[in-house]
């Protein structure tokens, strides 16, 4: 069975529109990375591969060095639909990703969107 086609849209794609939402709302592209990074493990030169080699997401999250075992925390509505609900595995990850972007563009105190 095929994925859905999001999970081969390059993370390249995405990662710009996260930054401009943001920006938009007064907050910065290190934030943008801070949450991600978070999320992911990622550091700042594995994002920047990440945007280089233009992975799609699926390779992003596979490849991604450790998911923050406090991902599950991430609750709420994202494009209509409770993330915490969500069954398929990569498509819940890249839903709690468009979540802390969310959080940060909504102007969230970061340790509030960490989790902490």
């Avoid at 007064?26 to 280089?52: K, N």
């Avoid at 991604?64 to 990569?90: M, Y």
Wanted: glycine share 6%; net charge negative.
């Amino acid at each position: 069975m095929a994925g859905h086609r999001i999970f081969g849209t390059p993370f390249a794609s995405i990662y710009p529109l996260y930054v401009t939402k943001v920006e938009r709302k007064e907050r910065s592209r290190a934030e943008v990375d801070q949450v991600i990074s978070w999320l992911t493990g990622y550091d700042e030169r594995g994002l920047e591969a990440a945007v280089a080699t233009e992975v799609d997401l699926e390779t992003f999250f596979a490849e991604a060095p450790a998911l923050n075992p406090n991902a599950s925390l991430i609750t709420g509505v994202i494009c209509g639909v409770r993330v915490e609900e969500i069954d398929d595995p990569l498509m819940q990850k890249i839903r709690y990703m468009d979540k802390l972007v969310d959080e940060v563009a909504r102007g969230k105190k970061m340790s509030s969107i960490l989790r902490g």
